[in-house]
RNA sequence: GGUCCCAUCGUCUAGUUUGGUCUAGGACGCCGGGUUUUCAUCCCGGAAAUCAGGGGUUCAAAUCCCCUUGGGACCGCCA
């Protein structure tokens, strides 16, 4: 079989992290098998869809490297095919045109659910005889279709779930356009998964309700055998509800600038509901495209875990090389332009092992780039060590720094010089500690030697006289 | 409320199809230790699931069957 799979978002806001892993494993399945994917852009709803959003979910599809072989198509495009099959169904009384108000339908909403039914929709339109229904359209009035839905079972072989039935006759007539050139989501997407040939149908969880419509408007539609369904699980907040703007921003442009990496992204989103079957965790896409299959995907849901995300994350980062990764972190280093691109090199090589997410360099670095540096004096001593003996041993520390050449200047030499100086005092913390915070200001950082040598033999030495300042 | 789906450490999960090798394995996170002047990295170790509960079937059940409970999704002139 020739596999065609889709990716149908609605451009009705940015591109989610929930999105992203339903388009990932049809991307994934495509690959596996072979088979193309189809972008469909399902922005029917004229209100709420916009073409900023189209081009969020493009672009950061195209930066993830989720790449398609068709499309975009667009349905708002494609009004003339929908009506076609439409007017299909209007005409052989498979559909009717309802014209209930919606405060009509409300009521009856509420008495259903009060009576503790289901709500559905009761047929009132449906009597009313074919010529009068046209004739009031004909006329102006306003009308929505409504497809007729066999009361009958409804069953389909869920690909991840197994044999899933639904009693249709208690649902009531769904509508399935607002007018001739508005149809609505359950008739499109049933009538492009065979425009387009779709064999697979992969999608949210939430969908499996929609399926049975599906099917049911493909067979009126005389459409032959409907594509094959795999519902995946849901992914959830920390709450366990569905993941939703609720739960804060999730959109992948928010990740992108916090300086997630688009390979970490793809891993962590394919390990949530579906694994390889051994104890690997880290996978290129390349690998993912060769070892997915349906046949490993959950059935239970997945809470999202921004833990994990930030684990993978930082894998990825200390793999990068050292030029591919200053250009990552560029835009998140506090002042590019007045320093070198060594010296940033340099910068951003140091903080490898300590970064989660590209953003962290920001403050992790800012040190390097203060002009005057702000702490608490406290922080100064050594475990314990009084004021007068860390001062004192700044400026031991000083002398020495003040003797070493500018050629001498870098890391190895500073270590070759100052080492054997702090062993001599039997705790080398002593010496490096105070030494380590009045360069950088910081309780925790990268070793003095590294930074001293970024920073130049005249800032360095203007911090440790600085710090003997504080200490007067 | 109705319908449907699901159920192994806090979280992601292996193991369920072909019952025994599972006194349930790995990873994240957490705790402790080592390396290191500190942080991070790295290495070692630990706590953490009576396999939701109950009942069956069986010599044997996380694995098969039934019931209960719990959680989730959907019920729109959104997708």
Not at 20 to 32: D, G, H, I, Y
């Amino acid at each position: 079989m020739n596999v065609r799979v889709r990716f149908p978002p609605s451009p009705t806001g940015p591109l989610h992290m929930g999105n992203v892993r339903t388009l990932l494993f049809n991307f994934l399945f495509a690959k596996k098998e072979g088979g193309v994917c189809i972008l469909r852009v399902e922005d029917t709803d004229k209100e709420r869809s916009k073409k900023e959003w189209e081009q969020d979910i493009i672009e950061n599809l195209q930066w993830l490297g989720i790449t398609w072989d068709e499309g975009p198509y667009r349905q708002s495009e494609r009004t003339e095919i929908y009506k076609k099959y439409l007017e299909k169904l209007l005409k052989e009384n498979k559909a009717y045109w309802c014209f209930c108000s919606e405060d009509i339908l409300e009521t009856v909403r509420q008495e259903q659910q009060s009576r503790g039914e289901a709500p559905r929709y009761p047929g009132i339109c449906r009597e009313i005889p074919t010529k009068e229904q046209e004739d009031r359209i004909a006329n102006g009035e306003k009308g929505v279709v409504r497809f007729i839905v066999e009361p009958k079972k409804v069953s389909f072989t869920d690909l991840i779930r197994g044999e899933i039935v639904f009693d249709m006759a208690l649902s009531g007539d769904i509508v399935i356009a607002k007018d001739m050139e508005t149809p609505l989501y359950n008739f499109t997407a049933a009538v492009d998964d065979r425009e387009m040939r779709i064999t697979h149908v992969i999608r949210g969880e939430d969908h499996i309700t929609n399926t049975p419509k599906q099917i049911l408007l493909w067979e009126a539609l005389g459409f032959g055998p409907a594509p094959l369904y795999a519902h995946l699980p849901l992914i959830m907040a920390e709450d366990h509800t569905k993941l939703s703007k609720r739960h804060g921003n999730n959109s992948v442009t928010r990740y992108r600038q916090e300086g997630y990496l688009p390979s970490a992204i793809i891993n962590f989103l394919a390990l949530l509901g579906w694994n390889p079957g051994d104890n690997r965790e880290i996978f290129s896409l390349q690998e993912l495209c060769k070892e997915f299959s349906l046949e490993r995907v959950q059935k239970s849901p997945a809470v999202f875990s921004l833990e994990r995300l930030d684990w993978i994350n930082g894998e990825y980062i200390r793999v990068m090389a050292p030029d591919t990764l200053l250009k990552a972190c560029a835009p998140f280093l506090p002042d590019t332009a007045s320093m070198n691109q060594e010296t940033l090199a340099a910068i951003v090589l140091l903080q490898k092992e300590r970064l989660k997410k590209l953003s962290n360099i920001t403050e992790l670095s800012e040190f390097f780039f203060a002009k005057k540096l702000t702490y608490d004096t406290a922080i100064l001593p050594w475990k314990g060590a009084a004021l007068k003996a860390t001062k004192n041993s700044l400026e031991a520390t000083l002398r020495i720094l003040e003797g070493i050449e500018e050629n001498d200047w870098n890391k190895e030499r500073l270590e070759t010089i100052l080492m054997p100086e702090a062993r001599k005092t039997g705790d080398r913390g002593a010496m490096l500690w105070p030494l380590r915070v009045a360069l950088t200001g910081k309780k925790g950082s990268p070793g003095p030697f590294e930074v001293a040598a970024i920073l130049g033999k005249e800032k360095s030495i203007a911090r440790v006289k600085s710090a003997i300042e504080k200490l007067q």
